[in-house]
């Protein structure tokens, strides 16, 4: 388990060292990836509080079988034999693309002991953590830019500080990162209908004859698979959500319409909430409150017991939590964004529960 009050201490370590980092200067005197590592990478990860000598070696021997011996850009050791991370860098006039993927995906599953892959070009810095193949996720789980972070990013790049890093306990946090993105994805496939009556996969047999069942039928045979098939599409799917959304509009008595971003960072917060052991045994007390200028998630169904509250108007999104004065701007209505403000989530909800 990480220490909170080492975390803060990184945290505010690393704000006043970017503060006192002129980042534009160094992009704008740097071309090639010598200059890309000593004017960017190098720094960065001596805020991070990494000894170039100990931690970490640059062109790092990767055994690929079948090849002759390939040079990793950087490996971060911490003083060890075998590479923890491993680092693919490329000059910051250039933008990463999926062939320089590929590259570090193969470093890294030629490497079973790095447990991390980052590939960046000095200014923007991707992380993936592995699959169970030992290959690398295809996405990353978090993406930090020189030019543009937020505090949430700050305290993401804060577990890879020296004394604080924990493969471990980053794979856990990119496991839950990834687990969100899924579920758009997976809500998605299971509602997409194949024209074809021959391409229908189990689950969407599995889908339809939920629908049947719903209709009344009571043997579910492929005659009826026939009829229920063409009947489920983008049109009738459309139909139903807006059924969906306009009775929880209705159920909600105050006539402010509940937009799809609101419903969207509501089940973000709960799924959240759901796979802490801390809250998850009290899921069924968690709702949302829609307000003229904000939208909340309650306990209770009590609007003085909020646990996090998101504001929306024409320049900005921001998310603040419980009794915190304080809101914070988000990117996006996004897996990536509200988990990075996951530990003040489960706080504020353990808040209210006393």
């Not at 159920?251 to 509940?258: A, E, L, Q, R």
Request: charged fraction near 30%; aromatic fraction near 10%.
């Amino acid at each position: 388990m990480i220490d909170n009050r080492k975390l803060s201490q990184a945290i505010r370590a690393i704000k006043k060292s970017f503060d006192n980092w002129d980042i534009d200067k160094a992009i704008q005197v740097t071309n090639d990836e010598t200059q890309t590592r000593s004017n960017l990478i190098n720094p960065l990860f001596d805020i991070l509080g990494y000894d170039q000598y100990n931690d970490y070696t640059h062109e790092f021997s990767a055994d690929i079988e079948g090849r002759k011996l390939r040079k990793v850009d950087m490996a971060i050791t911490l003083g060890k034999k075998n590479p923890i991370v491993l680092i693919e860098c490329k000059k910051a006039t250039t933008k990463l693309t999926h062939q320089n993927f590929r590259q570090l995906d193969e470093y890294c599953f030629r490497t079973p002991s790095a447990k991390i892959g980052v590939l960046t070009n000095g200014i923007v810095y991707q992380f993936f953590t592995k699959t169970q193949s030992n290959a690398l996720e295809v996405n990353p789980f978090f993406t930090f830019n020189l030019k543009e972070y937020s505090g949430g990013d700050i305290e993401m790049l804060a577990l890879f500080q020296r004394q604080l890093i924990d493969t471990k306990i980053i794979t856990e946090k990119a496991s839950e990162i990834y687990f969100f993105d899924r579920f758009d994805d997976a809500l998605y496939e299971s509602l997409k209908m194949p024209s074809n009556i021959k391409e229908l996969t189990v689950g969407n047999k599995s889908f339809l004859e939920i629908i049947f069942r719903n209709m009344g039928g009571k043997r579910f045979t492929d005659a009826a698979l026939e009829q229920i098939h063409p009947l489920v599409n983008a049109i009738s799917l459309k139909s139903a959500l807006d059924r969906v959304i306009k009775e929880e509009n209705l159920n909600s008595n105050s006539g402010i319409i509940t937009t799809s971003e609101e419903i969207k960072f509501y089940n973000i917060v709960k799924t959240i909430l759901g796979l802490s052991n801390k809250t998850k045994k009290h899921l069924d007390r968690v709702g949302y409150r829609d307000f003229k200028n904000f939208f909340g998630v309650v306990l209770d169904d009590n609007q003085r017991k909020g646990i996090v509250y998101l504001k929306i108007d024409k320049t900005k999104k921001t998310i603040s939590f419980g009794s915190d004065p304080n809101s914070y701007e988000l990117e996006s209505i996004s897996v990536e964004e509200i988990t990075k403000y996951k530990s003040e989530i489960i706080q504020s909800f353990l808040d209210n529960l006393e």
